[in-house]
């Protein structure tokens, strides 16, 4: 397997790795992403068993013990299955998410006890870039989940959501959402709640200039507009199976 590097906003780098046995013959990527500044930030720490191939892909761009924050969106082992790897190699390194995910797994399962980030609380990296975090809880899966928005930037960390298959370009101005659909009508992976649409339609009002997909392409653009068009097929889905959860939660 082979990690490519791709820096996809200003100092903001997605190393990327094509599992072709998954979901064949398109295959699927797992994607970090590697915010430089003082405090080097990686969102996603990759499986624990891909640990030597991203610690290596890291390596071309600072030396991975100076990484200083560990983020991801949610509590699985893609997001987060090489913590505890990642802490062993950084000293100055910390966990960081939210209160529901630290209260409910990472005090216990990180090997240093880690940062809580309020809801809407940011992390200053230095050299001017901010990441700021949000929960998300259960969207697109996980009570914990949230995501980091970096605000120099304006590039939305958005973990799960528009999840698609295949190994495309590193970055893209084309269409992220057919693809996300077509990949929840396969994988089923989203915890349909009346809440998603409002919440990632709140995420629409950051007007991120990037979206970076965990599985995907990173997407340049209207990343609003591709937020309220997910929304609005979430809450399709929704509506079909409960009509009455949709007009509570509107109410
Ligand atoms: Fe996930
Ligand atoms: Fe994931």
């Given at each position: 397997m082979e990690t490519k590097i791709s820096e996809i906003s200003d100092g903001i780098y997605r190393l990327s790795t094509l599992?072709?046995?998954?979901?064949?013959?398109?295959g699927f990527t797992y994607n970090q992403f590697l915010v430089l500044g003082d405090e080097p930030l990686l969102f996603h720490t990759g499986l624990r068993r891909m640990f030597p191939l991203i610690r290596s892909a890291v390596s071309r761009l600072i030396p991975p013990e100076r990484l200083r924050w560990i983020t991801f969106g949610h509590y699985e082992a893609d997001e987060c299955g090489a913590m505890n790897e990642w802490l062993a190699v950084a000293p100055q390194a910390e966990v960081a998410h939210g209160q529901t995910g630290c209260l409910v797994s990472l005090n216990d399962m990180a090997d240093r006890t880690p940062r809580v980030l309020q809801d809407g609380e940011a992390i200053d990296l230095g050299q001017g870039k901010r990441v700021r975090y949000l929960d998300t809880p259960h969207?697109?899966?996980?009570?914990e989940a949230g995501v980091l928005y970096e605000e120099a930037t304006g590039?939305?960390?958005?973990?799960?959501?528009f999840t698609q298959l295949g190994d495309g370009p590193?970055?893209?101005?084309?269409?992220?959402v057919g693809p996300a659909i077509a990949a929840e009508d396969i994988?089923?992976?989203?915890?349909?709640?009346?809440s998603m649409g409002a919440t990632i339609r709140k995420l629409a009002?950051?007007?991120?200039?990037t979206l970076a997909l965990m599985h995907g392409p990173s997407f340049a653009g209207d990343g609003a507009a591709a937020l309220r068009a997910l929304a609005d097929n979430y809450d399709h889905r929704i509506f079909d199976r409960a009509p009455d959860a949709v007009e509570t939660a509107a109410a």
């Open positions: 599992v072709p046995e998954i979901a064949p013959p398109a969207i697109p899966h996980g009570w590039t939305l960390l958005c973990g799960d959501l590193a970055l893209t101005e084309g269409d992220i994988f089923k992976y989203s915890s349909l709640n009346p009002q950051l007007s991120p200039l």
